[in-house]
């Protein structure tokens, strides 16, 4: 059998020694596995433990219990394989578009060693990165010059120039409008299926799970566990016509249910832990 990219093994965290002592715990019992080049998400009712899911997955959190490994390896600290990009962009209102994206390359090892010699060769490969999403003629622009949208498309790509192996999407479009938001799913899609990192992505929006993702876990309300994993059998690439489809939508209330279920406080552990697909 094909090793497991991403495997968490019963794992639970309290965030410090007080709660830990005291059985209060912001994730419990976590066990899933996740293959090489596969996207899932990760949705829920707020404070589930999503964000907290994201931090043991990079490593700037280790588990009280259980274990994880990634790529193969344990995970024991930060990982340098990974990528991240949030809801808020957060480009340096001083660099421009360009420059933003090779920030990573200016800190990250091996890059960093060799910025200066390889500096044009590392800015070539930014542009072509740019010009994929749609910001050809915006490299050389400042945050300020474009819009929410654009600036998100510059914040993935800043996450990707260092080709991880792994992108973790925190709520990335969900400042951005309707429209912005689904042309951002398309150059999603389409990133990963040119270049094939994993993906987890962590959303509110169930609609952009069932697009983007090839498995969707759902998340109780804390203390957080997975109570139901969802494949997402819909045949890729994905359009967003799919989204119009009897099946695209039967599948986002399936998942609406669920978690309407979790919020009511109908999902119990030992009825929930049987919920998966």
Same mark, same amino acid.
């Given at each position: 059998?094909?090793?497991?990219?991403?495997?968490?093994?019963?794992?639970?965290?309290?965030?410090?020694?007080?709660?830990?002592?005291?059985?209060?715990?912001?994730?419990?019992? /976590?066990?899933?596995?996740?293959?090489?080049?596969?996207?899932?998400? /990760?949705?829920?009712?707020?404070g589930?433990? %999503?964000?907290?899911?994201?931090? #043991?997955?990079?490593?700037? %959190?280790? $588990?009280?219990?259980?274990? /994880?490994?990634? =790529?193969?390896?344990?995970v024991?600290?930060?990982?340098?394989?990974?990528?991240?990009?949030?809801?808020? $962009?957060n #480009? *340096? +209102?001083?660099?421009?578009?360009? =420059?933003?994206?090779?920030? +990573?390359?200016? /800190?990250?090892?091996?890059?960093?060693?060799?910025?200066?010699? %390889?500096?044009?060769?590392? @800015?070539? %490969?930014?542009?072509?990165?740019?010009?994929?999403?749609?910001?050809?003629?915006?490299?050389d622009?400042? +945050?300020?010059?474009?819009?929410?949208?654009?600036?998100?498309?510059?914040?993935i790509?800043?996450?990707?120039?260092h080709?991880?192996?792994? &992108?973790?999407? =925190?709520?990335?479009?969900?400042? *951005?409008?309707?429209?912005?938001?689904?042309? #951002?799913?398309?150059a999603?899609r =389409?990133?990963?299926?040119?270049?094939?990192f994993?993906v987890?992505?962590?959303?509110?929006?169930?609609?952009?799970?069932?697009?983007?993702?090839?498995?969707v876990?759902?998340?109780?309300?804390?203390?957080?566990?997975?109570?139901?994993?969802?494949?997402? @059998? &819909?045949?890729?690439?994905?359009?967003? @016509?799919?989204?119009?489809?009897?099946?695209f939508?039967?599948?986002?209330h399936? #998942?609406?249910?669920?978690?309407?279920?979790?919020?009511?406080g109908?999902?119990?552990?030992?009825?929930?832990?049987?919920?998966?697909?």
């Open positions: 059998m094909t090793t497991p990219f991403v495997s968490f093994d019963h794992v639970w965290l309290a965030y410090n020694d007080e709660l830990l002592a005291k059985g209060q715990f912001a994730v419990e019992d /976590i066990s899933l596995q996740v293959n090489a080049g596969e996207f899932i998400a /990760i949705v829920g009712p707020s589930c433990g %999503k964000s907290t899911f994201m931090k #043991l997955t990079t490593g700037l %959190k280790m $588990p009280s219990k259980g274990s /994880i490994r990634i =790529d193969g390896a344990p024991t600290g930060p990982l340098k394989i990974s990528g991240m990009s949030f809801q808020a $962009p #480009l *340096l +209102p001083w660099r421009t578009t360009v =420059d933003n994206v090779l920030l +990573p390359l200016e /800190i990250v090892e091996p890059y960093r060693s060799n910025f200066r010699s %390889k500096r044009a060769e590392y @800015e070539q %490969k930014a542009r072509k990165l740019l010009q994929s999403v749609g910001l050809g003629g915006y490299e622009k400042f +945050p300020w010059q474009l819009s929410g949208g654009m600036q998100q498309r510059a914040s790509c800043r996450a990707l120039i080709e991880p192996k792994m &992108l973790l999407l =925190d709520e990335p479009f969900g400042a *951005l409008d309707a429209f912005t938001r689904e042309e #951002l799913w398309c999603m =389409d990133l990963q299926a040119a270049q094939k994993n987890i992505l962590v959303t509110h929006d169930l609609r952009e799970s069932v697009f983007l993702a090839d498995t876990y759902v998340m109780s309300k804390s203390p957080g566990r997975i109570v139901v994993k969802r494949h997402i @059998e &819909l045949p890729r690439p994905r359009d967003l @016509e799919v989204t119009y489809t009897p099946a939508t039967d599948i986002v399936e #998942l609406r249910g669920h978690i309407g279920a979790i919020r009511g109908a999902a119990t552990a030992p009825v929930a832990a049987q919920a998966y697909y």
